[in-house]
């Protein structure tokens, strides 16, 4: 009977080790396929070489990084607005049925396909802005739109626990000492969730670096330098995703060698988060 | 320097704006996609293959690749997750390894569709040799999936009031019996709350699919097949310039799969609430 | 009359707050003895040091012995399940499992691998008589028993716990939230039901101590205070503060 419970606890064990397990072994096999031409290459002439023409054995992916943060950048400038707003308004200003009722339909904004977020980009996004500001359509302005409204519900759904997690003690608090309710808001509460709504941001920067398909469709891709808002541009991961189908030999090494670098910048902006919203809880 | 009354007044429309603003992204989203897909769906849609590289004709091939590869995937990542939860919530709830696991949860949660695409094409497709298949595809979305299975799996066995599980303890059952037979039962909805809306992101993904299952347009006969999945055909459809006709009709089923499975899941969610508040 | 449970110089804590202090005690078998004492005194933790329930408690800590019929219930290697069934134990709250009257009388029976339908049926009146509730719902053992009413629960839980066929009851002030008639119905059942048990009974009513208790201790904020027949504590206690507490001055 005790060895049977040993067992099935040993075996929980060996499942609840599952994650930890598959994220080295995605690390090992990025790294195994990746590392080897970075070495040949150099970390520097990899990251920091401006031509990516992999027929002439040319492999620098600053481009990549340079397109990946305009396109992430625009994506946080777009975002930061409506969701903040929404987090304080329902969080603050509604009332727990409203809150019950809009907090899920913004979720279902992350459960709509990121490929027909790309979609709309694709029939909504390029007339509007041909017509209005010139230019063919598919850029950094078009994708950081995109890409703010799809990490809309990551960082709002975030911001609302964070709000909400504030002891309801600050509020009355404040009010009591004649605040209004925006300056409760500003003075005591937002200072509080500070941290948790800090690590949402973060988590949404980590979204917009990682998302791929939506990227392809309205970005343009080419492998440029941007000066523009209305430039196309190619992120580091539609560069994997574009050229996997029919890379071969040091071209593929190289494009594992991208998702190295997609991999670690991940990762720190995870570690970043997860440092945060433990200090938030510690509060 | 405005009034604070006035002030607050202000800030409250502006943020009553912003979030209206979020709300009717969401609704023009679905009701552009629904209206110009509907008209395309009827039962041919549904149930004929493909012609012409998805031209003309309808997209069963794809439906049925969605359900099996969504299978495959949940089948491999409920056990580990659900697992998983209960060995973080009923085994140990502080230390250092609790919190290694947790954090690398989280990070994997974090980790893009992308790099799990690449991951799972070495691993499954090309040293496994599983190559282009529903398999190999299915097994990366479990992997992809597993994070959000552990936390709302990890959520709803805690929400079972600890007096449950002292009962049963006093009665005789260990702790595995206790686990099974009253732990589990009453965080059932949570747990299934979770599997669905994993249904439901293992449906949406095209970035992992079109890595490790290919994007073969025939019915699949074995879990060794290539297919392609709903989601992927529409990137096709739409990216390649296809059919647009098609690519609203194959968004609209997806869109409406989606929306039906978001809405059981919260649901089944609220089922719990009631049940323990 | 034999002692049944034997309590050495047992302390108990949590992380390093002493919760009760070198406690002596021995329970003779077919007695109810009744633990009295204000809130927070470790009744109910010395109770729950009976079924090893505090092992649930990741901080507990324990000292001493607790020997049922001069077996160390702390050994190692000592089977829980077996331990629990053997001292059956009701909450304050009823808590019946969100299963049918029928399903939670046998759930205990069943996890110890009684299979035979007749035998968990004839378990199921058994039971209920004894915890006199067969009548009210032998006509709906299969509806839930959570629909029941508190009291009604309350006896189903006692019903529940006599169904592992145990050989001590604790129960932990099994009357906190009940009226007063099915509080009487309750304390009828425990005085047909020490026939056969031992049973300990924390209570927060010093009148339901004097009521069905044949020995009575009383708890001070960890301590075991003083020990003696009902009769005794309730007439001439020893210890000032016994007197005061019964007497109504604190707690």
């Known amino acids: 009977m005790k060895s049977r419970e040993n067992l099935i606890q040993f075996g929980l064990l060996i499942t609840a080790l599952s994650t930890i397990v598959i994220h080295l072994l995605i690390a090992l096999f990025i790294f195994q396929e990746g590392l080897p031409i970075i070495l040949r290459v150099g970390i520097n002439e990899f990251v920091c070489g401006t031509h990516w023409?992999?027929?002439?054995?040319?492999?620098?992916?600053?481009?990549?990084?340079?397109?990946?943060a305009w396109i992430t950048a625009g994506a946080i400038l777009v975002s930061l607005p409506l969701s903040l707003s929404c987090a304080i308004y329902l969080s603050e200003f509604s009332t727990p049925k409203v809150r019950g009722t809009i907090k899920p339909i913004i979720e279902l904004l992350a459960g709509i396909p990121s490929v027909v977020y790309g979609f709309m980009g694709m029939v909504i996004l390029f007339p509007m802005i041909r017509n209005h500001l010139g230019g063919a359509g598919p850029s950094i302005l078009s994708a950081s739109i995109i890409l703010g409204i799809m990490i809309l519900p990551t960082i709002t759904s975030i911001a609302i626990d964070s709000l909400q997690a504030v002891p309801y003690s600050y509020r009355e608090g404040s009010l009591s000492l004649g605040a209004t309710r925006w300056q409760t808001i500003r003075m005591a509460i937002l200072p509080a969730a500070k941290s948790g709504i800090l690590s949402g941001i973060i988590l949404g920067i980590g979204r917009a670096v990682g998302e791929t398909m939506a990227v392809i469709m309205i970005s343009g891709n080419s492998v440029i330098i941007p000066n523009s808002l209305f430039d196309p541009a190619r992120t580091l991961t539609a560069n994997i995703a574009l050229e996997m189908n029919y890379a071969v030999g040091d071209h593929r090494q190289a494009l594992f060698a991208t998702g190295i670098v997609l991999f670690i910048t991940i990762m720190i902006l995870n570690i970043i988060a997860n440092v945060l919203s433990r200090r938030g809880v510690e509060k | 320097m405005l009034k604070p009354i006035l002030l607050e007044k202000l800030v409250k429309k502006i943020l009553f704006v912003g979030t209206a603003i979020t709300v009717f992204i969401l609704f023009f989203i679905i009701f552009y996609i629904l209206k110009n897909g509907l008209a395309v769906i009827d039962m041919e849609f549904l149930l004929s293959s493909p012609k012409d590289l998805g031209r003309a004709g309808g997209i069963f091939p794809c439906i049925v690749g969605t359900i099996v590869l969504s299978l495959i995937a949940i089948l491999i990542a409920t056990p580990l997750g659900v697992g998983a939860a209960i060995y973080l919530t009923e085994y140990t709830r502080k230390g250092r390894l609790i919190s290694i696991i947790r954090f690398f949860t989280e990070c994997l949660s974090g980790i893009p569709s992308i790099i799990f695409g690449l991951f799972g094409f070495v691993l499954f497709v090309v040293y496994l040799g599983f190559g282009w298949s529903i398999l190999s595809g299915g097994l990366t979305t479990a992997f992809m999936l597993l994070p959000t299975i552990i936390r709302t799996s990890e959520e709803a066995i805690k929400a079972v009031p600890d007096y449950y599980r002292e009962v049963s303890l006093s009665l005789g059952g260990t702790k595995w019996q206790t686990i099974v037979k009253v732990v589990l039962p009453s965080a059932l909805p949570g747990i299934a709350t979770g599997i669905i809306l994993g249904i439901a992101r293992s449906i949406e993904e095209t970035a992992v699919v079109i890595f490790t299952a290919g994007s073969v347009l025939h019915l699949p006969t074995s879990l060794f097949d290539s297919c392609r999945t709903m989601s992927v055909h529409f990137y096709i459809l739409a990216r390649e310039g296809i059919s647009m006709e098609?690519?609203?009709?194959?968004?609209?089923?997806?869109?409406?799969?989606?929306?039906?499975?978001?809405?059981?899941?919260?649901?089944?969610?609220?089922?719990?609430?009631?049940?323990?508040? | 009359m034999e002692d049944k449970i034997v309590v050495k110089n047992l302390n108990l804590y949590f992380d390093t707050l002493a919760v009760l202090r070198s406690i002596n005690l021995n329970i003779k078998a077919n007695e109810i003895l009744s633990i009295i004492g204000p809130a927070n005194s470790g009744k109910t933790s010395f109770l729950r040091t009976l079924n090893r329930l505090n092992d649930l408690i990741p901080t507990a800590r324990i000292t001493g012995e607790v020997l049922l019929d001069g077996l160390d219930i702390y050994k190692k290697d000592l089977s829980l399940p077996w331990l629990r069934r053997k001292v059956g134990m009701v909450f304050a709250l009823p808590v019946p499992l969100p299963r049918s009257i029928f399903e939670n009388i046998v759930y205990g029976p069943r996890l110890n691998g009684v299979t035979n339908k007749l035998r968990l049926e004839e378990l199921t009146e058994k039971t209920l008589k004894a915890a006199f509730l067969w009548d009210e719902v032998k006509d709906r053992l299969h509806t839930s028993g959570t629909k029941l009413s508190g009291g009604q629960q309350q006896r189903l839980c006692i019903a529940r716990t006599l169904a592992l066929e145990p050989e001590v009851i604790l129960l932990d002030e099994p009357c906190s939230g009940l009226d007063p008639l099915s509080t009487s119905k309750i304390e009828e059942a425990l005085?047909?039901?020490?026939?056969?048990?031992?049973?300990?009974?924390?209570?927060?009513?010093?009148?339901?101590?004097?009521?069905?208790?044949?020995n009575v201790a009383f708890f001070l904020m960890g301590d075991l205070i003083e020990y003696g027949s009902t009769e005794q504590i309730f007439t001439v206690p020893s210890d000032k503060r016994t007197e005061d507490y019964i007497t109504g001055r604190f707690g």
């Open chain 2, 246 to 277: 098609n690519a609203y009709g194959t968004a609209a089923v997806l869109i409406i799969t989606i929306l039906l499975i978001n809405m059981f899941a919260y649901w089944l969610m609220h089922r719990l609430i009631a049940k323990y508040s």
């Open chain 3, 191 to 214: 005085y047909e039901l020490k026939k056969q048990y031992t049973i300990v009974l924390v209570t927060n009513n010093t009148k339901q101590a004097a009521r069905v208790g044949d």
């Open chain 1, 53 to 68: 023409s992999p027929q002439q054995g040319q492999f620098g992916i600053f481009p990549m990084i340079v397109g990946t």
